[in-house]
């Protein structure tokens, strides 16, 4: 029997409802037997799986729901959690090795879309940015909390902001007169800032930095990519998508050089630790096509590596 441990941020957070087509967004590994993997991971059809067991989970977020059936097989299983806790699933179901692990890293178009949650500089929301409403911790409290040197590294590090110092200042600045509760308050901001309106690629990126911190997401993808190792087969794949260069650069690394950063790891000796190969040198991109019906797909990245 082969099993596969699928990850992605799923639709419907917070919510009870779910969509007409529950396989909506899972349907996507059909696409991906394109891919050369040798069949022993991404060859996969939700019309004739069998003895298959999918764990789906997300950074922070709620998605509890368990398919019984599809087609006649029961093989799927959803599973609430944040996926750095996905070992701890798999223990619970008596699962010590699995052929694969696909994690798509993508924020879901529903949760963007919501002005509620707070994800989009578009319109006006409360600011807020949690994948999992029920933590504490949202764009708020880091806008109107965090101090200045503290902003400085989120906008530096997960940003790429080299006026990281300039936008901090003005974000503490700003707050002593008023409270930092709405997206439009955060543009005004950097609108008086820089004395003209900013672009979208500028917002995206800013908001892209709050919401890495918010939900930790950036700890949460080197725990289960640490973790990957102890649970994949020998030749197992691992099969990574992301959407922003800090994601791909982890990945990227890590696939290479078993470690975060673009150095080896090495043991006492002196040795270089390596525990994967990497199948595709460069990473797959999407076509024109995909882009055209999907915008949002443009900045996504996938790597595969293959535990040695």
């Known amino acids: 029997m082969k099993i596969f441990l699928l990850i992605v941020v799923v639709i419907c957070i917070n919510s009870c409802r779910m969509p007409a087509d529950p396989l909506g967004e899972i349907k996507i590994i059909k696409r991906l037997d394109t891919i050369d993997t040798g069949g022993n991971c ?18 922070n977020g709620y998605f509890i729901y368990k398919i019984n059936s599809i087609n006649g097989n029961n093989n799927f ?9 996905f070992d701890l699933h798999l223990k619970q179901r008596g699962i010590k090795k699995v052929d694969g692990i696909f994690a798509d890293l993508g924020v879901s178009s529903h949760q963007i879309n919501t002005l509620s949650r707070g994800f989009s500089y578009k319109g006006r929301a409360e600011l807020d940015m949690r994948m999992n409403s ?41 707050r002593k007169k008023k409270k930092i509760k ?19 690629k500028f917002l995206s990126r800013l908001f892209q930095s709050i919401r890495i911190e918010v939900n930790d997401e950036i700890n949460a993808l080197k725990e289960m990519l640490l973790k990957s190792k102890h649970f994949l087969k020998i030749k197992g794949r691992l099969v990574i998508i992301s959407y ?14 078993s470690n975060f950063d673009s150095t080896f790891k090495t043991d006492f000796y ?13 990473p797959l991109v999407p076509s024109e096509e995909e882009i055209k019906i ?6 996504a990245k996938l790597r595969i590596g293959e535990l040695i």
């Open 42 to 59: 991404l060859d996969l059809d939700v019309d004739i799986i069998d003895n298959v067991l999918v764990a789906a989970a997300n950074y």
């Open 77 to 85: 299983e959803f599973i609430d959690g944040n996926f750095r806790y």
């Open 134 to 174: 029920n933590n504490k911790k949202n764009a708020q409290t880091i806008l109107n909390d965090y101090n200045e040197n503290d902003l400085d590294k989120l906008f530096f590090n997960y940003g790429d902001f080299k006026n990281s110092r300039l936008i901090a200042k003005n974000i503490v600045e700003y």
């Open 182 to 200: 709405y997206n439009s308050d955060l543009i005004e901001i950097l609108n008086n800032l820089f004395d003209k309106n900013v672009n979208f």
């Open 244 to 257: 922003h260069s800090i994601e791909d650069r982890i990945v990227k690394n890590f696939i290479n050089k």
């Open 270 to 282: 002196g040795n270089k630790k390596i525990f994967f190969k990497s199948i595709n040198k460069k």
């Open 294 to 299: 999907n915008p949002r797909s443009r900045s």
